[in-house]
């Protein structure tokens, strides 16, 4: 079963082109997944699994307390993987078809206002030469919605501040061009000119964000300078490294921008992605109604 699943693995990397984060998160629930199989009645014969027996590795799951979302990205893992198999003729029929996602409870995502944005800007210290690349950081950001991955994927050819946009490439290798603010073109020329060859020191490097060492800033450092930089800011609520993204989306929309545009912007393949954010606006307006009406 190994093989197979290092045959998918390869498929999802070369022939889809998906983002490693997802390969990752693929490989991960199908390990599960066949490590449990294995101690069946399935080891070593993908053609023995059932629909019954994917049941029971499902309700495995569940019982562990896996959440309906873990559960529903497992199931579309297993459906891939099976789907895989039955075109490459490795096994003769599809165990999936009839096994359906269970509901999900939709959150919705965590979004600062723009008074706690404008706080969170405001903190890194642009007199430092760490200040001026943690401000640039945090207006591109809230100025284009990249994802941090993106963000610390950018290489210093992806922004043209003469013209006024980065290029992103995000998942699936899609390449999108985002417009970028004047604040955000100005704390981006600053620290490329006074502060990022001082961090880079004598090393050679494309990449436009970089950590003490001057090698690109991971995800996890760009994690631990949010955090800091959200405590000094004064700010209770939760955040994730999606924050901000969250906020430049709902604050678009809040503002009147049309709807397709900022899943363009964030390169979102489904608008119904996108549709999460009407929802953060039609509560905030609920909010401030009845924060403000006389007779609400």
Not at 136 to 157: C, F, H, K, N, P
Not at 161 to 179: A, D, Q, S, W, Y
């Amino acid at each position: 079963m190994q093989d197979e699943l290092k045959d998918f693995i390869h498929f999802l990397i070369v022939e889809k082109g998906l983002a490693n984060n997802t390969v990752v998160s693929y490989e991960r629930d199908l390990k599960s997944y066949l490590q449990y199989m294995e101690k069946v009645e399935c080891v070593g014969d993908l053609n023995k699994v059932s629909r019954s027996t994917i049941l029971q590795f499902l309700k495995f799951l569940h019982d562990k307390g896996k959440s309906s979302k873990t559960i529903a990205r497992h199931i579309a893992s297993i459906r891939s993987f099976h789907q895989f198999l039955l075109r490459e003729k490795v096994t003769e029929q599809d165990p999936t078809v009839h096994i359906d996602r269970p509901k999900q409870e939709q959150k919705l995502p965590h979004v600062l206002s723009v008074e706690e944005v404008q706080a969170l800007l405001e903190v890194p210290d642009v007199q430092k030469v760490y200040g001026k690349r943690d401000k640039a950081m945090l207006e591109l950001l809230y100025a284009t919605g990249i994802r941090v991955s993106e963000l610390i994927s950018l290489d210093i050819s992806d922004v043209h501040l003469t013209m006024g946009f980065v290029r992103c490439v995000g998942k699936g290798n899609k390449e999108r061009i985002i417009p970028l603010g004047k604040l955000a073109q100005e704390a981006i020329s600053l620290y490329i000119e006074e502060s990022r060859g001082q961090i880079k020191k004598k090393k050679t490097t494309d990449a436009l964000f970089l950590n003490h060492l001057g090698n690109r800033l991971s995800r996890q450092g760009f994690w631990k300078i949010l955090k800091k930089l959200t405590q000094e800011a004064g700010i209770q609520k939760e955040l994730t490294p999606h924050t901000l993204r969250h906020s430049f989306a709902t604050h678009l929309l809040e503002n009147g921008a049309d709807l397709r545009a900022v899943q363009e912007m964030l390169g979102h393949a489904d608008i119904s992605t996108t549709q999460i954010y009407t929802h953060v606006t039609k509560n905030r307006m609920k909010d401030v109604y009845t924060m403000f009406h006389p007779r609400a």
